[in-house]
């Protein structure tokens, strides 16, 4: 059964850096693409980059370039976001989904995590 | 970048009604038109890839049609656990890009 878990809830305050993660079992983790898709409180769905497991090779939605690192570790099968200086408007339900398969033909998800929520407060 | 709009933003309906939902893309994008449906709390689940394809395991009172910028999802029927918000996304070309939702409600 494939599988995408996700780290727990955080509580952070503006400033402080942050990694989530996304560890993906029950299938080969460097045969299919990791989305991240941002969903801040009461809004719909921002899709915020993506990752091959295979080589780390990303790519960004422009609203988010430069704010969050995208990362995997193909040797754990996990996937990782990361923020360096959170801030309040960071705070949201952050999901990973897997792509359908490796290459942009496959850039739609049945299999996603459960999401982690950041909560980013003083 | 490829902008998807959505309408309505929201509709209400009753069980047994026939819902249409309606996705417009900026530029043609092919088929490469997705549509998911979100429940409170949960994650977003696939109903319909590629424009027209079921999703395995998804009643088949979910339709998906359309091609270049106009897209339609139609639920015939209307069942209880169908009231959710139901968003489609666009996979032309990066950046992907989701519509605003569309929320059904029960009247």
């Known amino acids: 059964e494939v599988q995408l878990v996700q780290s727990g809830a955080e509580v952070k305050k503006p400033g402080e850096s942050l990694t989530i993660s996304c560890k993906g079992s029950?299938?080969?983790?460097?045969?299919?693409?990791i989305t991240w898709v941002r969903q801040m409180p009461g809004k719909g769905l921002e899709w915020m980059g993506r990752?091959?497991?295979?080589?780390?090779?990303?790519k960004y939605g422009p609203s988010f370039q430069g704010h969050v690192t995208i990362s995997a570790d193909k040797s754990n099968s996990t996937a990782y976001l990361q923020w360096s200086s959170l801030k309040a408007s960071d705070s949201a339900i952050y999901y990973c989904a897997r792509h359908e398969g490796s290459s942009s033909y496959y850039e739609y998800f049945h299999h996603w995590g459960q999401g982690t929520l950041i909560t980013v407060s003083s | 970048d490829i902008q998807m709009t959505q309408s309505p933003s929201s509709l209400s309906a009753s069980v047994g009604d026939r819902v249409t939902i309606t996705c417009r893309a900026s530029?043609?994008?092919?088929?490469?038109l997705h549509w998911y449906q979100q429940k409170l709390g949960e994650a977003p689940k696939l109903l319909i890839y590629s424009a027209s394809s079921l999703q395995s395991g998804v009643p088949s009172r979910f339709r998906g049609s359309g091609s270049g910028t106009d897209f339609t999802l139609t639920i015939s029927n209307l069942q209880p656990e169908d009231f959710a918000i139901y968003y489609c996304?666009?996979?032309?070309?990066?950046?992907?890009?989701f519509g605003g939702g569309t929320k059904v409600e029960v009247k």
């Open positions: 990752i091959d497991p295979t080589d780390s090779y990303t």
């Open positions: 029950g299938y080969s983790f460097t045969s299919y693409w």
């Open positions: 530029q043609s994008i092919s088929n490469f």
């Open positions: 996304q666009q996979s032309f070309s990066p950046p992907l890009a």
